[in-house]
Antibody, heavy 119, light 106 residues
């Protein structure tokens, strides 16, 4: 069965960077994209960007351009999301999700990784 | 930028029909999908391509999309359907989520 397992809780200082991992199993990793979505406490879903696991093409949300990098490691079927220059309003649960190959809905989600940014 | 607008909250009595709307300019020209999120859990896809249900999603969930409005309909609503619901669409190669609707079953 398809599973996306994310790395654990992170606590970071303002200005630091965080790198969250998302290990996929149960399907051919390179046949699908991975998207990242975050959710601040008590807020809605915010799309961060997308990466193709086939050729590493990326597309990032404009407001995060310059601070965000998404990568994949096909040898371990793992996707990574790195966010730099962290601010307190980056505190959120970060989710990875598989992008369906048909019409690009997000059909399987990871369990989420809480990233807290605090001095 | 493209926006999707949802009502913040909808209430429904058990066994009745709940309708959650999502408004966006010419949304009917795009594919809309819907996610259910219960407290402390990851979102779950419940409708994709406007009106298709993934495997495992009950038949009481249905969707439509025309003009400027996509609608998620839950017939025979059950207590377990109480959750936040988000619509989502792609616009110019970026993803847009609606602000979410809290469905209360009371």
């Amino acid at each position: 069965q398809v599973q996306l397992v994310q790395s654990k809780v992170e606590v970071k200082r303002p200005g630091a960077s965080v790198k969250v991992s998302c290990e996929a199993s149960g399907y051919r990793f390179t046949s699908y994209g991975i998207t990242w979505v975050r959710q601040a406490p008590g807020q809605g879903l915010e799309w961060m960007g997308w990466i193709s696991a086939y050729n590493d093409d990326t597309n990032y949300a404009q407001r995060l351009q310059g601070r965000l990098t998404m990568t994949t490691d096909t040898s371990t079927s793992t996707a990574y999301m790195e966010l730099r220059s962290l601010r307190s309003d980056d505190t959120a649960v970060y989710y990875c999700a598989r992008v369906s190959s048909s019409t690009s809905e997000f059909d399987y989600w990871g369990q989420g990784t809480l990233v807290t940014v605090s001095s | 930028s493209y926006d999707l607008t949802q009502p913040p909250s909808v209430s429904v009595s058990p066994g009745q029909t709940a309708s959650i709307t999502c408004f966006g300019d010419k949304l009917g020209d795009k594919f809309a999908c819907w996610y259910q999120q219960k407290p402390g859990q990851s979102p779950v896809l419940v409708i994709y391509e406007d009106n298709k249900r993934p495997s495992g999603i009950p038949e009481r969930f249905s969707g439509s999309n025309s003009g400027n409005t996509a609608t998620l309909t839950i017939r025979g609503t059950q207590a377990m359907d109480e959750a936040d619901y988000y619509c989502q669409a792609w616009d110019s190669n970026t993803v847009v989520f609606g602000g979410g609707t809290k469905l209360t079953v009371l």
